[in-house]
């Protein structure tokens, strides 16, 4: 009986599995089709001989509007961005974590709650007054714009993943090494952070996740050169000019999304092992 039940289990994880998988092969089954295979064959055939021509058309030939230099700018241009904004935002975050329940002061408590505010507000609410400030900051139209965004924008997730984990911390070992000598910075790097791996991976993740994945702030806040590559993806599906390639599209939707399923392919068991570890806790 516990076999068979198992075998059950077994069979509905598998059928669950390719049930979700099966968009992720038509895309890549098609990416690999010339246009007559597309035509001529049905939806889930497999590809009669395996062409990477629409692979590299979207790459760096594709048109996206009036350019046709396919992805690679805009690739370049959410690399340029993602990097800075998720370290620096996941460093803030963790700063932020030690201050609330290491360092308490007044209004400690009431500070975090307010942040709280920054996780359920819609992104549409800050549009206005984020480019007024990146105008005044000199920031418009720029890599460095996006990343201010990012940055702000991912600070209260940031701090409410540390905040939770750290709590876990005894506080014990904070003030041995106040008595010690040790100062808020020396803790900070030589005990806080060597504890914070399993929550730094999940904040990595979920802010480089959040950050190459968004389209909103990056057809808002970009300009002509430094949108990034969900911007370039969308100007490139919608070009309307000449024969639809099929092909093309679907390459370059797994271009757009291959960095972040590599990173969870990569890293996604650290991922859950920190969520586990405490950072939904509190």
Same mark, same amino acid.
């Given at each position: 009986?516990?076999?068979?039940?198992?075998?059950?289990?077994?069979?509905?994880?598998?059928?669950?599995?390719?049930?979700?998988?099966?968009?992720?092969?038509?895309?890549?089954?098609?990416?690999?089709?010339?246009?007559?295979?597309?035509?001529?064959?049905?939806?889930?055939?497999?590809?009669?001989?395996?062409?990477?021509?629409?692979?590299?058309?979207?790459?760096?030939?594709?048109?996206?509007?009036?350019?046709?230099?396919?992805?690679?700018?805009?690739?370049?241009?959410?690399?340029?961005?993602?990097?800075?904004?998720?370290?620096?935002? $996941? %460093?803030? &975050? *963790?700063?932020?974590?030690?201050?609330?329940?290491?360092?308490?002061?007044?209004? +400690?408590?009431? #500070? !975090?709650?307010?942040?709280?505010?920054?996780?359920?507000?819609?992104?549409?609410?800050?549009?206005?007054?984020?480019?007024?400030?990146?105008?005044?900051?000199?920031?418009?139209?720029?890599?460095?714009?996006?990343?201010?965004?990012?940055?702000?924008?991912?600070?209260?997730?940031?701090?409410?993943?540390?905040?939770?984990?750290?709590?876990?911390?005894?506080?014990?070992?904070?003030?041995?090494? $106040? %008595?010690? &000598? *040790?100062?808020?910075?020396?803790?900070?790097?030589?005990?806080?952070?060597?504890? +914070?791996?399993? #929550? !730094?991976?999940?904040?990595?993740?979920?802010?480089?996740?959040?950050?190459?994945?968004?389209?909103?702030?990056?057809?808002?806040?970009?300009?002509?050169?430094?949108?990034?590559?969900?911007?370039?993806?969308?100007?490139?599906?919608?070009?309307?000019?000449?024969?639809?390639?099929?092909?093309?599209?679907?390459?370059?939707?797994?271009?757009?999304?291959?960095?972040?399923?590599?990173?969870?392919?990569?890293?996604?068991?650290?991922?859950?092992?920190?969520?586990?570890?405490?950072?939904?806790?509190?």
């Amino acid at each position: 009986m516990a076999k068979s039940g198992r075998f059950v289990i077994y069979a509905v994880l598998l059928l669950a599995a390719l049930f979700y998988l099966m968009p992720m092969y038509v895309m890549l089954s098609t990416s690999l089709k010339s246009m007559d295979d597309i035509r001529n064959g049905g939806l889930l055939a497999l590809p009669s001989a395996l062409d990477f021509t629409a692979w590299l058309k979207a790459w760096s030939g594709a048109c996206t509007g009036i350019e046709c230099s396919g992805l690679k700018p805009y690739f370049l241009n959410s690399v340029m961005m993602v990097v800075p904004a998720v370290l620096t935002s $996941t %460093l803030l &975050g *963790a700063i932020n974590g030690y201050v609330l329940t290491k360092w308490r002061f007044k209004g +400690s408590d009431l #500070i !975090f709650s307010l942040m709280l505010f920054g996780v359920f507000m819609p992104l549409q609410v800050v549009l206005l007054p984020m480019s007024q400030t990146l105008g005044w900051l000199g920031l418009t139209e720029s890599i460095w714009g996006l990343v201010t965004v990012h940055v702000l924008m991912g600070i209260a997730s940031t701090t409410l993943f540390f905040r939770n984990y750290y709590i876990s911390i005894p506080d014990e070992l904070v003030k041995a090494a $106040t %008595l010690d &000598g *040790a100062g808020f910075f020396r803790i900070f790097w030589r005990i806080i952070l060597p504890l +914070s791996t399993p #929550i !730094f991976m999940v904040t990595l993740i979920w802010q480089f996740t959040n950050i190459w994945n968004d389209f909103l702030f990056g057809v808002v806040f970009s300009g002509a050169d430094s949108k990034p590559i969900t911007v370039g993806l969308n100007n490139l599906v919608n070009t309307s000019t000449g024969v639809k390639e099929y092909n093309v599209d679907m390459a370059a939707a797994i271009i757009a999304g291959l960095p972040t399923m590599l990173v969870y392919l990569i890293a996604g068991k650290y991922f859950v092992r920190g969520l586990t570890a405490g950072a939904v806790k509190g």
